[in-house]
């Protein structure tokens, strides 16, 4: 009876691998972030590393989102490095005809159509890896997308064209 209730909840385990996968990753962004390794940092590092992973596999295994990444979709963050600079150069040239009045600072709210859907696994790890992939270039903002009218929703300061990493993932120009 425990079984079929549990299936029924939506409830799942987190595997021990995914689990020392997730911890490692965030010790080593914590050593990242702090730029060293005292023995200070590292008792704090540790406590931030536990409880973290905790709490991501206590979201896990709660969760009833189902999501399947393909190695293609998480591979499109290659091109990332190359949108955060070019992003703080579009950036820092708003800045600068901002404080010199040579043009005022832009703020536009664009909608892109977004290949989406609900039930759909796949399109669901896209919809997440665009967000958080896109969201990195400064002059990118991803408020949102919206799965039943197949739309994302964004911000820039400097209009430009969606980026190719986002199109890969499901942005329609």
Same mark, same amino acid.
Request: proline share 4%; glycine share 6%; net charge positive.
């Given at each position: ?10 409830? $799942? +385990? ?10 490692? &990753?965030?010790? &080593? ?21 536990? /409880?973290? @992973?905790?709490?991501? =596999? ?7 989102? =189902?999501? $399947?990444?393909?190695? @293609? ?14 992003? /703080?150069?579009? /950036? ?25 859907? =609900? ?6 790890? +896209? ?6 992939? @896109? ?7 991803? /408020? ?14 400097? $209009?430009?064209?969606?980026? =190719? ?9």
């Amino acid at each position: 009876m425990a079984r079929a209730s549990r299936a029924s909840s939506g409830n $799942r +385990r987190s595997s021990p691998g995914a689990t020392a996968v997730v911890a490692i &990753c965030l010790a &080593c962004g914590w050593v990242w972030l702090v730029a060293g390794t005292h023995l200070h940092e590292m008792m704090v590092g540790a406590a931030v590393v536990v /409880i973290t @992973t905790l709490f991501l =596999k206590a979201v896990h295994e709660s969760s009833q989102n =189902k999501i $399947r990444l393909a190695w @293609t979709d998480v591979a499109q963050c290659w091109r990332i490095p190359w949108y955060m600079a070019s992003g /703080i150069w579009e /950036i820092s040239v708003v800045l600068f005809k901002d404080l010199t009045y040579l043009g005022r600072a832009g703020s536009y709210y664009r909608v892109s159509g977004f290949k989406t859907s =609900k039930r759909d696994p796949l399109a669901v790890a +896209r919809t997440v890896l665009a967000t958080v992939y @896109t969201t990195t270039a400064p002059n990118f903002i991803v /408020i949102g997308i919206d799965p039943e009218l197949s739309r994302m929703l964004f911000h820039q300061l400097e $209009r430009s064209s969606v980026p =190719k990493m986002t199109r890969a993932l499901g942005a329609q120009p």
